[in-house]
């Protein structure tokens, strides 16, 4: 177990479908701590480092116009194994085969409108935390519920 940070996106989709509130509030009510949040644009060349996994595949190109289409809010979420967490909440990639009750599962039937995106690993959420974000914009606080959002031996 340990203190890990994770970066979200919203996509296009999720502001044109008016569900930046309602993402926010799950993981808000999960127990995640918001430690960095803006809204950018994300420019061609940003989208060919953040998806350099998926160039060579044949959906990149729309994949590429879509992310850089419109607003995206950046997010960093931090609580213990936070990765794998947030995760769980959002749901597996193609929406329609996402549990209900996840964010995609809940709120979307497609894998390229997807609405949110979450860092896949550690070493991932390290990488693109460092994209998005300056060190300046990383909040440190306390947050008054943390005793009960962790039991003594989890807040390590
Ligand atoms: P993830 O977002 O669940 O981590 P990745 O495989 O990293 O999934 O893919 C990144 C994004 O690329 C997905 O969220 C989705 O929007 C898009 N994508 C992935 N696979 C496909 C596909 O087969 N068709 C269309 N878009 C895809
Ligand atoms: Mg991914």
């Known amino acids: 177990m340990a203190m890990e940070r994770t ?3 919203l996509k296009p989709d999720a502001f044109q479908r008016a569900l930046i509130g309602e993402i926010i509030s ?3 009510r999960k127990g995640l701590k918001i430690v960095g949040m803006k809204m950018l644009h994300m420019a061609p060349a940003v989208s060919k480092e953040h998806y350099g996994h998926l160039t060579s595949k044949p959906f990149y190109p729309g994949l590429e116009k879509f992310i850089t289409s419109g607003p995206l809010l950046a997010f960093v979420l931090e609580g213990q194994e936070a990765v ?3 995760r769980n909440v ?3 990639t193609n929406s329609r085969k996402a549990t209900a009750g996840t964010i995609r599962g809940d709120f979307s039937m497609s894998t390229g409108r ?7 690993s550690l070493d991932t959420a390290k990488k693109e935390i460092a994209r998005f974000f300056k060190k300046e914009e990383l909040f ?3 947050l008054e519920l943390w005793d009960y959002i962790y039991a003594e031996d989890e807040k390590a």
């Open 26 to 28: 799950r993981f808000e």
């Open 84 to 86: 794998e967490v947030v």
């Open 114 to 120: 997807n609405t949110i995106h979450a860092s896949d």
């Open 140 to 142: 440190e606080y306390k």
């Open 90 to 92: 959002v749901g597996v």
């Open 7 to 9: 970066l979200i996106l």
